[in-house]
């Protein structure tokens, strides 16, 4: 997979990005805000991730997706890894990252990648999304946050 900056010109794919969050307005908000960066598999987009700056030296990884036919072949771990270095590039002295408490492939895959937990923002999903979300039969309800420093 080759990972790229989204160009200007280029149209995020809303598809991908509503995987992981299914707002369209945050996933809007964040995009105005952030830097979108996309993996390519044979000249079709298949995974996506947005990074965040939000405060001084720490940027968050806000939005992590995998087309559903290309989940469990490690591009998640791909784009995740490739955050991360751009992050280093960029000069941020930390990552973050927030998951809901049902994500257990995402918890997990965070940690492998070197994020420890942080806290918990209690009632996350609640308060800023209209609709209940369940994922693995749970309901999500809490952020997880987690970090990295770089």
Do not use: W
Not at 84 to 110: C, D, H, M, P
Not at 123 to 138: A, C, K, L, S, T
Request: aromatic share 8%; proline share 3%; hydrophobic share 40%.
């Amino acid at each position: 997979m080759q990972i790229r900056k989204l160009l200007d010109n280029e149209k995020p794919p809303f598809e991908l990005l509503l995987l992981a969050d299914p707002s369209n307005r945050l996933v809007e908000e964040y995009l105005r805000r952030g830097s979108c960066f996309v993996g390519l598999l044979n000249a079709h987009i298949i995974g996506v991730y947005v990074l965040l700056p939000t405060r001084p030296d720490t940027v968050e990884l806000v939005n992590v997706a995998v087309d559903e036919k290309h989940q469990g072949k490690g591009f998640g771990k791909q784009l995740v890894k490739h955050a991360i270095k751009t992050a280093i590039r960029l000069g941020f002295k930390t990552i973050e990252v927030g998951t809901g408490n049902s994500s257990v492939g995402q918890l997990a895959l965070y940690q492998k990648c070197g994020f420890r937990i942080t806290g918990v923002d209690r009632d996350f999903f609640v308060r800023h999304y209209d609709e209940e979300i369940f994922e693995n039969n749970i309901q999500v309800i809490d952020m997880i946050r987690l970090s990295k420093d770089l």
